[in-house]
Every structure is written in C-alpha cells, then in structure tokens.
C-alpha cells in the first residue's frame, strides 16, 4: 500500500462512526441524486459493486433488496461499520477492505457505485480498466468527483498549500485535521469533459452527466456546482 493509500485510510478510519448519518443530513442530496439516476438508468441490477462503501447507507439505499451487494472499502472501521449496518438491515453482508484486487473471484458486476473515490486514487486510468473489467458488457458505473472550475474547489487550491504546512502539528481540532487530510490527498478533480474522457481511456461511455452542488435541503445542478456526477457504460 502506498503512502498516500495510508493517508486516506488513516483519513476514513476517523470518519467512519458517523459517516451513515450523514445520508440523513449533509449528503441526503446526493442520495437523491445517485436515486434518480438509477431510477432512470439502472433499475434491477443484480449485482452491484459499492467501491468505497464507507458505512453502507448508499449502496443499501441504492441496490434492490433482491441483488448481490459487494461492499469494499479501503478503510476496516468504515468496512465494520458497513458490515453491521447491512446486518441491520437484513442484507447479507459481503464486506471487504481493500481495492479490487479484493473481489477477484465475486461475480462481474450490473453496477459500480463510486461517490467521491476517484479523487483519491493514485493512477485514475488504471481505476477505469479495473472498474471496467469488473462489469458486465452493458453494466454501469455510477462514480462522482470534485468539479475543480467551481469556487469552492479554487478556494481549497488556495489552501492546499497551508494544509501541507499543517501536516506535522499533530494537536489539531479533529474537524480541522480531517480537512487538513482531505485539502492533502483528494488530488483529482475534473471538469464535464476531462471526467468522460478519462472513462473513455477504459472505452466507458457517458449515459449521463449532472454537475451539482449542495443546498439547503438537496442540491441544486449547476455548471459551478462542487461536484460532478456521472452515469457511464460498459458496451454491449
């Protein structure tokens, strides 16, 4: 594992225990998103793959009660965390910790779901080909990044270089070092066309793409929107 697979997992171990609630509250807006995307675009999957599961709240919201879910996070807490989540809510857990290399012998997946993974992996282009090998001639991958044209993504640019400065004081605010963390490893952020492209290198086609960011209550699309959403597909 590499250095900054460390400094990720060391970010997401810290995270984990609350990271459900937060499905409830500030990324409900996602949820819906990622919810209505597949309404449209991925109904009655039989197996989905949650790549970077963290506490389990998406992907269990997002895959049919009936389909094989594959939960694989890099992170043990949040893989624990996962596990106990679908046991509660009466899925049978298939949880691992790890990256791909992790779910060799499951089966090839209908879908990949992949909130805001990419951003921290080290070679994006060998993410695709994984991901890609790991679905079904037709199946889908359902994957959002940063928007790095928007304000908010310009203004952590700004800070990155204090958060690299803050990197060896270790007595920190917990909410201040974990977005000292994040402003250090989150490294790929993409516009619409930069993001399609780099599905392209793995021969994934754009289905749909939607830039959005947060508002009170849900979100609101948006070419200066945080985040950028997309649907991509395997060809038949």
Not at 99 to 118: E, T
Not at 213 to 218: A, D, I, L, V
Request: hydrophobic share 40%; net charge positive.
């Amino acid at each position: 594992m590499t250095s900054s697979n460390n400094q990720v997992k060391r970010l997401f171990d810290t995270k984990a225990k609350d990271w459900n609630e937060k499905y409830a509250n500030a990324l409900r807006g996602r949820l819906e998103l990622f919810s209505e995307l597949i309404r449209v675009h991925a109904e009655r999957k039989q197996v989905v793959i949650d790549f970077g599961c963290g506490g389990g709240a998406l992907g269990e919201n997002l895959s049919d009660p009936a389909a094989t879910l594959i939960s694989i996070d890099i992170s043990i807490n949040m893989a624990f965390e996962c596990k106990k989540y679908l046991e509660i809510k009466n899925r049978v857990p298939v949880v691992c910790c790890g990256d791909f290399a992790s779910v060799k012998s499951a089966p090839i997946a209908d879908l990949i779901i992949c909130s805001s993974v990419i951003e921290y992996v080290h070679d994006t282009s060998r993410f695709f080909a994984e991901a890609a090998s790991r679905m079904l001639p037709g199946g889908l991958l359902l994957a959002s990044v940063p928007n790095r044209t928007s304000g908010l993504r310009r203004f952590e640019l700004l800070l990155r270089p204090f958060a690299h400065m803050l990197a060896h004081i270790p007595f920190l605010p917990t909410k201040i070092k974990n977005y000292r963390d994040y402003l250090v490893v989150s490294r790929n952020w993409f516009t619409e066309e930069e993001f399609a492209r780099s599905a392209a290198t793995a021969g994934l086609t754009v289905r749909e793409i939607v830039t959005y960011g947060s508002r009170e209550g849900g979100i609101e699309a948006g070419r200066n929107g945080a985040m950028i959403c997309a649907v991509f597909a395997k060809p038949q």
